[in-house]
């Protein structure tokens, strides 16, 4: 079974510049967050999705960043305009419902210059 | 709102020596899961403990989740290069869960 995929692996843009990111989860996986991971730290929620509708969004920088998980499946990240702060990985999870085993992707590792 | 402290922030370990992270969390808690992430990786999950006072092991690993389900530990015995990397505890309050910030463990051969 595959795992949780994302892309770009890997983004270089220029600060005040627009990025998206995309994460399919897990087949069946209800549940979607998107992490931001900073350095030498732990994973700091930016949104969780139960299906289609975003539950707890109450981490994420709403004058900039924004998701969408149309239709309950794939979801995109966005940030506009990207800042030199928001340098980090970005990491999308899926489980099967919430408060169960997370499963990872590879993340997206954004430098913003 | 919740706080999650997790010590230390790095250790070093000569390979058969054994190491031990502990995390604590103001409130009491309703799970907690343990991650493990590779240099260069994502994390990945290791274990998942609900009761208080459980103890689960895995191997050269133990788990440890506090009677008053406000702390857990992890230990590992003797151990081995393959478990270089960083341990995060995820703490969980029914619908909210938080990271903490890591041990970073460096084994060396």
């Known amino acids: 079974e595959a795992g949780v995929v994302q892309s770009p692996r890997y983004k270089i843009i220029e600060k005040k510049q627009p990025v998206a990111f995309w994460c399919n989860p897990i087949?069946?996986?209800?549940?979607l967050y998107w992490y931001l991971q900073n350095l030498g730290q732990g994973p700091e929620l930016l949104i969780r999705?139960?299906?289609?509708?975003?539950?707890?969004d109450s981490q994420l920088p709403k004058d900039r960043f924004s998701a969408e998980r149309l239709k309950g499946v794939d979801s995109t990240l966005k940030i506009q305009p990207a800042e030199l702060g928001d340098s980090a990985v970005y990491l999308c999870?899926?489980?099967?419902?919430?408060?169960?085993?997370?499963?990872f992707g590879p993340g997206t590792r954004l430098l913003v210059l | 709102g919740q706080q999650v402290m997790q010590i230390p922030q790095y250790q070093h370990v000569q390979e058969g020596e054994d190491f031990t992270t502990y995390c604590n969390s103001s409130?009491?808690?309703?799970?907690i899961q343990w991650y493990k992430q590779r240099p260069g990786g994502h994390p990945v999950f290791l274990i998942q403990?609900?009761?208080?006072?459980e103890v689960k092991k895995q191997k050269r690993l133990t788990f440890q989740f506090g009677e008053a389900k406000k702390n857990s530990s992890l230990h590992i015995t003797a151990t081995q290069t393959t478990d270089v990397g960083t341990y995060f505890c995820?703490?969980?309050?029914?619908?909210?869960?938080?990271f903490g910030s890591g041990t970073k463990l460096n084994v060396k051969p």
């Open positions: 999870a899926s489980s099967t419902e919430v408060g169960e085993t997370q499963y």
């Open positions: 087949s069946g996986h209800n549940t």
């Open positions: 999705y139960e299906n289609e509708e975003a539950v707890d």
């Open positions: 409130t009491t808690l309703s799970n």
């Open positions: 403990l609900v009761k208080s006072g």
């Open positions: 995820r703490m969980g309050n029914f619908n909210k869960f938080y």
